[in-house]
């Protein structure tokens, strides 16, 4: 665990967490950190938790003692959302302190005590009230519902102009005692801007509204470091983050980036010829593009490229009269995702029948995707030079379409 000073009496804990999925389904190859805050003013506070402790006593106790913190007296325990990624410690924490408050909204406390029992202590907290801890550290509380749990609240520190802000502004990517965008090269700036992304379109995407409706709440805020539950502390350009999570938010209804995605599958490569003539055809118009082959690439990382892309490609084979299993499967949590309104073309094999396309239809209607199609490409067995044709003839209209509304 890291100990970290964020500014003027407020510290950073951190867990990484590795080598799991990230809620059970998410791939995290460059790991998470797990964000916890403590503000000592005369009294002091704990904003959130981190699941990742070991659970004995003494690691905190520990920490707390180089610190200068005796654990009895954390006055408070302000639990942002109630999501056990954060809160999940709130047991073990009672074995060292039994006699703290927790400071919640109305909807936290609901679930506090449908997830843990815990129902002594509970201050609820609005838009309206305040919380002083002394040497004028005077909290405030900010509703962002459904950011991403529908209780989340995020604490803001008037006198620091700290932002706790919970999972809004967070990313992936494993915590280092250099956790401070001013700390960071340029490069690993951009290596947590990436982890960002990836956050963003698995964990937060489905709740971009919400997103949208939470930074202009907050943009009365006079923000000078925005600190969240996961990723990295920015204090020497707090906007930064959160014109990022902005623009993330936009993404959803399009356009995106100058990019496409292809997601492509294939049982015995007839599909997969046509894949690498595509992708020989996008090398050619200079568009940046990812390449994703299914069932082989996480979702995860699927989302995160089609979340950043204006164009998206899908090929694949028909299949019992449907997609190809693994494609369906992956559309169907872009539909989940919202990843709405994208220029988009379809290629394939088939066999026999046909019926793949009857299917993307249907997946497209469900989920009001109002993905904008180019007529399919389907030939029989393997894609003769005029299937090839036709389908180079579709990707450039589909590059000059991505071109139009991203420079417009
Ligand atoms: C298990 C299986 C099921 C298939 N089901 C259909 C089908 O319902 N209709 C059809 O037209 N072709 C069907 N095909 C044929 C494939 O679509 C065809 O072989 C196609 O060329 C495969 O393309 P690929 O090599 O890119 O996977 C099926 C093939 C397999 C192996």
């Known amino acids: 665990m890291n100990v970290t000073n964020v500014t003027n009496d407020i510290y950073q804990l951190s867990v990484n967490v590795e080598d799991i999925l990230f809620e059970g389904l998410w791939e995290i190859p460059n790991g998470v950190s797990l964000n916890s805050y403590i503000i000592k003013g005369e009294k002091t506070a704990i904003v959130d938790g981190v699941c990742g402790w070991d659970g004995v006593p003494e690691s905190l106790f520990a920490l707390l003692d180089k610190l200068n913190i005796a654990p009895e007296s954390i006055e408070y325990l302000i639990i942002n959302h109630m999501e056990p990624?954060?809160?999940?410690?709130?047991?073990?924490?009672?074995?060292?302190?039994?006699?703290?408050?927790?400071?919640?909204?109305?909807?936290?406390?609901?679930?506090l005590e449908a997830f843990y029992g815990h129902t002594e202590n509970i201050i609820h907290v609005t838009d309206k009230d305040t919380l002083d801890l002394g040497k004028g550290h005077i909290l405030k509380f900010v509703e962002i519902p459904n950011v991403h749990w529908p209780d989340t609240i995020a604490t803001f520190d008037t006198l620091t102009g700290t932002l706790f802000s919970c999972d809004a502004f967070g990313s992936f990517g494993r915590a280092t005692s250099s956790n401070y965008d001013d700390m960071l090269s340029k490069e690993e700036i951009d290596f947590y801007e990436k982890e960002a992304v990836r956050y963003y379109s698995n964990i937060v995407a489905a709740f971009s509204m919400p997103v949208k409706k939470a930074i202009q709440k907050c943009s009365d805020l006079p923000i000078k470091i925005v600190a969240p539950g996961h990723g990295i502390v920015w204090r020497k350009n707090p906007n930064k983050i959160i014109e990022d999570y902005s623009r993330y938010a936009s993404y959803q209804k399009g356009p995106a980036q100058e990019e496409i995605t292809i997601i492509w599958g294939s049982m015995y490569g007839m599909t997969e010829k046509a894949v690498q003539h595509a992708i020989d055809v996008l090398e050619k118009e200079k568009i940046k593009v990812h390449v994703h082959r299914v069932p082989e690439t996480s979702w995860g990382t699927i989302l995160a490229s089609a979340w950043t892309s204006t164009g998206i490609i899908l090929a694949m084979p028909t299949y019992e009269y449907k997609m190809f299993p693994p494609l369906a499967a992956v559309l169907e949590e872009l539909g989940k995702k919202k990843v709405q309104n994208r220029k988009a073309f379809r290629f394939g094999s088939y066999g026999w029948s046909g019926g793949a396309q009857k299917e993307l239809d249907e997946i497209i209607s469900k989920y009001c995707m109002n993905w904008d199609f180019l007529e399919p490409v389907e030939f029989k067995g393997r894609p003769e030079p005029k299937d090839l044709e036709l389908i180079t003839e579709k990707l450039r209209t589909l590059v000059g379409e991505v071109r139009e509304l991203t420079n417009e």
């Open 85 to 111: 990624d954060h809160s999940g410690w709130i047991e073990d924490f009672k074995k060292i302190n039994s006699n703290f408050k927790v400071v919640c909204s109305k909807k936290s406390a609901e679930l």
